[in-house]
Structures are given as C-alpha cells and as structure tokens.
C-alpha cells in the first residue's frame, strides 16, 4: 500500500505547481478545408498522445499504478489537449467479455499484483465490467478538459500489429465487416452526447495479404457513414492502407459520403518505418527521400485541402536510439512546416502484460515505469512547440509571418535586446520574419535582416540586406541547411554554439557520411499567423546600428 500512496502523492506534488489545460468550450469539431476548427471557426491542433486500452485486460494501462483523474490531470499538465484512447471492437461486440469486471479481467490473465495496485488507485473501478472502465476512463478525461479520440485498434484484444494476426484487413479471422460496423455504431451511440468525444477513428493499421482500395473504398463507406449516422457530433477519422502509411489512392479517387465537415484523414510515421536507414545512411539524404514520401502518400492530401492526423509517431524516450533520434529532428522539422495535428505513441509507461511478459516497460512511454515521473523532461520541453498551432483560422489578427524553427531543440530564433546575441528561445516569443523573394530574412517592423559575418561568429542583424551574407537558401537533401555566401566566395550555413545562441559554420553533412549528425544545423522557415507574446523590440533612432551590430 505504501508505494501505492507514495506514487499518488509524487504526482500530486509534481503536477500542482502546473497550470491545468485550458477547457475547450466550442465544441464540437468540425473541418474546415485542411484545417480541424471548433464551433466558432477558430483553429483546434489536435496534440494528443495514445493511452492503450486494447491489450488482454482490455483496461486502459496504468490504472494499477496511479489513479485515473491523477493520470488525466498529468496529461493537461503535460500540455496535451487530446487522448486518442484505443479499443479492440470484441469490447463492443463480445457481451462475455465486455461484462467482465476488471478483476475478473485481470485474474484471468493471472494478474493479481495487478489487481491490488488498481484496488489502491481506483477501488470504484475494480469491480466495474470492462465497459463501464472504459467509460470511466473518458470521463476522467473529460472531467479534466481533455478531448477524446476512440480509436478502434484491433478486433481481438492483444499487442498490435502484424501481417498475419488475424486483424489486419476486413474479411481476416477476427475482421468481420458486418461486425465491425455493427461495434463502431454502438460505441458512437454509447458516447453521443459526451462532449469531450470529439472524434472516432474507424479502424488502426489496415495491412496484411488481402488488403486492397476496392474493398477500403466500400467498408470504410460503410463505417463511416454508422458513426455518423449514430453521432452526427464526432470527428470520422479514416486510416490508410499499409500499416496506415498510405493514402495515396484517395487523390484519385475521393471517399463518397453523405455529409461533409467531419472527416479527417490519419496515417502513421516512425523512425523503424524505414528500418535502420537513419543510422546506416546520411541523415540528410534519408530525411529527404524519406519526406518526399511521406507527402506523397499522404501530406498532400493538406495542399488538396483534407486534414491530416498524424496519429501515431514517438521515439526511444531513453534518446540513445540514434534511428530514433535522427528520424526525430526529421518529423519535427516536417510537423512545423505542415503544423499538421498528431498524436504522441505512447503515455504508458508499463503494461500490464504485453506479450506474454507482465510489467513490461515501454521505452516509447512519456511515463516511466512506475507511471509517476516524466521519462524525459527535455523531449517534453521539446515538443511544447508543436502543441501549440503555428497557423490556421481565425487563431489571432496577426498578419502572415514566417518564423526560423529549430527542430533538434523546439525552439526558435528570438532576439531579446540589442545587447544580446541572436538566440533560439520559446516559440511563441519568437520575432515575426518575412522572407522576401530576394531570399533575404527580414525582422518583421524593422530595418533589420539576418546576415553572417563569417565562419564560427554569432548570426547578426544588419540594415544593407544587398551585401554578402544577406541572402540564406535551403540546401541539401533535407532542406533545412539554410546557407549564405560571403564576399571571399565562403559558404556557411546557420548553427548554434553550446549556449543555443545563432552562430554560422561550414555547412556540415551535406556529403552521403553516415556518422555526421547535422541537427545543429537544420532550421525550418515556418508559416505563421499566431501572435508573439513578447513586445516588438523598440529601437531608438539616433542608435548606432553597425555599432549594434558588432556588439551582438
């Protein structure tokens, strides 16, 4: 009982001095072109992360470690507006087993360890049958200001996926079509009228032998047009084919429904997607090729005017995975340039049982193993960035902006004073830029541009934006190497130093070398409407600005 209570009051402590997430209150959602909008037809990201509820004890994961408000809070604190909360559909259409308690769940599965840590957390769910526990689960979340996305991830409940376990495409051993449409219907009916529901998305990782676009065509029709039919409210979220990392059919062919300003797309991206390219190949070569299908098969569908919902991506927490660590900066710098909604793999720092092993730690978990402390706090620092929206309708009066991102940290270039060195800092007090034709970085009210002033100096800003050092272009596989010639004919690319603070180098891995990491230098000019809460800077007129330049 007494690391029961000891984790309980750790996350008390470690999430009271946070602010809560602040409610959504227009809801529900809706589409507007590429874009997921709210009842007044202001811009809502979608920045969730994925709770599992679908394994064999078909229970949202943790419960046996810290309460469910405690966890739904954490979540807020996190920054995180959205859960996308998994379930296998024989919890929809299997009475045997949706009518079992969670105790009885568990002793089946030999958990009785288990069992003692959810009766010390949530003694009202233990004898609760499993649906009642989901429905719980959601209302914690809801309780706390936290969207909701059902997601179906598999039919028969158990660790997800491969080609040949029997769930992959409609028609497979436990993929009844009929079935399936008859389950998301009554989950939607189940949860019409729950606010914090937003969204459901139809079914996780089509894959397998017999999947084909004839067939996706007519059963997601179907199940699209039952959870609308049953909840006119929630989002209808519709995953590809391939493991849900191709769309690309849809460009040819468009999903037929009865209603519009619902649907939203999905796909997933990690770094194993591609094996071990990232580490065996140049990281600028491999992010290039590796983008170039990532839109292909399905960011297009954004310049086509459909939403996109990343939503699954996550990496080796611990951040010694050098895949996952490359793969990383890669999709940082992409999800700041589409500014699409996504969703985080995984909260759950431990499972119950997966795959046969009990208590098994998940290394892509924000959580650790006891559930109580964050895995990794700079990765939470990190993504803050892309938790806010960097576009989209009706977020401010600001007119349109560039900002220069910085995906290795999650930061971006802000200048605080004409005493200090250009530096990266927090998003959302970044300066607006402009960038113009000439491909010059203009400072957004002011004379200034960004210009280098020679290998390993700090970045500076100047007023003569026609001399050398002035004019920055996106080289590379990546593009995100922004680069300056200077007058002696020197090439030199945008860095930072050891402080974070703008400096400009050689241009670094832009050979095929697999062992250089160019995250140092990889930046992104991103598209902006939202407002900067920091004060333009205001400079005095009779100020020395070459003088200011130098000292910067």
């Not at 309780?143 to 409940?157: A, F, R």
């Not at 050092?469 to 990546?478: F, Q, R």
């Amino acid at each position: 009982m007494g690391k029961f209570f000891f984790c309980f009051l750790f996350s008390f402590l470690s999430i009271l001095p946070l602010p809560l997430l602040k409610p959504v209150v227009a809801l529900p959602l809706y589409t507007n072109s590429r874009w997921i909008v709210d009842e007044d037809g202001a811009r809502v990201k979608l920045a969730c992360v994925n709770w599992p509820s679908h394994l064999e004890a078909v229970v949202a994961e943790g419960l046996s470690k810290q309460p469910v408000a405690m966890i739904s809070k954490k979540i807020g604190s996190m920054g995180f507006n959205c859960v996308r909360l998994t379930w296998p559909l024989f919890l929809a259409t299997n009475q045997s087993l949706a009518s079992l308690t969670v105790r009885q769940s568990f002793q089946r599965l030999g958990l009785l360890e288990s069992i003692a840590g959810f009766q010390a957390n949530n003694p009202s769910m233990v004898d609760l049958p499993l649906i009642s526990a989901y429905q719980a689960v959601v209302s914690g979340l809801a309780d706390n200001n936290v969207m909701i996305i059902l997601d179906n991830h598999l039919s028969k409940p158990g660790w997800c996926c491969s080609s040949f376990d029997g769930n992959g495409f409609f028609g497979d051993q436990y993929f009844n079509p009929d079935l399936w449409v008859q389950g998301l219907t009554r989950m939607a009916t189940m949860f019409r009228g729950v606010t914090n529901v937003v969204g459901m998305s139809l079914r996780n990782e089509l894959r397998g032998p017999k999947q084909n676009v004839k067939d996706w065509y007519r059963y997601m029709q179907k199940g699209a047009e039952a959870v609308h039919s049953a909840n006119p409210d929630v989002l209808v979220i519709v995953s590809g084919l391939s493991y849900d990392t191709d769309l690309s059919f849809v460009l040819k062919q468009e999903l037929e429904l009865t209603f519009t300003g619902k649907l939203v797309f999905e796909m997933h991206w990690y770094g194993f997607t591609d094996g071990s390219a990232w580490e065996t190949g140049s990281p600028n070569q491999v992010c290039g090729r590796v983008v170039e299908s990532v839109m292909r098969r399905g960011g297009v569908l954004l310049e086509k005017g459909w939403p996109l919902f990343v939503s699954e991506f996550g990496v080796d927490q611990r951040g010694t995975n050098v895949n996952d660590n490359r793969y990383l900066n890669c999709f940082f710098g992409l999800a700041a340039e589409l500014d699409f909604d996504w969703a985080l793999w995984t909260l759950v720092g431990s499972y119950y049982t997966r795959e046969g092993v009990f208590g098994l730690e998940e290394f892509y978990g924000l959580l650790n193993w006891n559930w109580c402390e964050v895995r990794n706090s700079s990765f939470l620092q990190r993504i803050s960035a892309l938790q806010s929206p960097f576009q989209g309708p009706d977020l401010s009066d600001a007119r349109p902006h560039k900002v220069i991102f910085h995906p290795a940290t999650g930061l971006c270039i802000v200048w605080m004073s004409v005493f200090e060195p250009l530096t990266l800092g927090p998003c959302p007090e970044s300066d607006a830029w402009s960038y113009t034709p000439q491909k010059t970085l203009i400072m957004k009210e002011t004379y200034f541009c960004l210009q280098a002033d020679g290998p390993g100096n700090p970045g500076k800003l100047g007023i003569i934006c026609t001399e050398p050092g002035s004019k920055w272009e996106s080289i590379s596989d990546s593009k995100m190497h922004l680069s300056t010639k200077l007058g002696d004919g020197t090439t030199v690319c945008l860095d930072i130093d050891s402080s974070n603070n703008i400096v400009t180098n050689a241009c670094k891995c832009l050979s095929g070398d697999n062992k250089c990491d160019p995250g140092s230098q990889w930046f992104k000019i991103v598209n902006a409407t939202n407002i900067s809460t920091r004060p333009l800077i205001q400079i005095s007129s009779n100020l020395d600005l070459n003088g200011a330049e130098h000292a910067s």
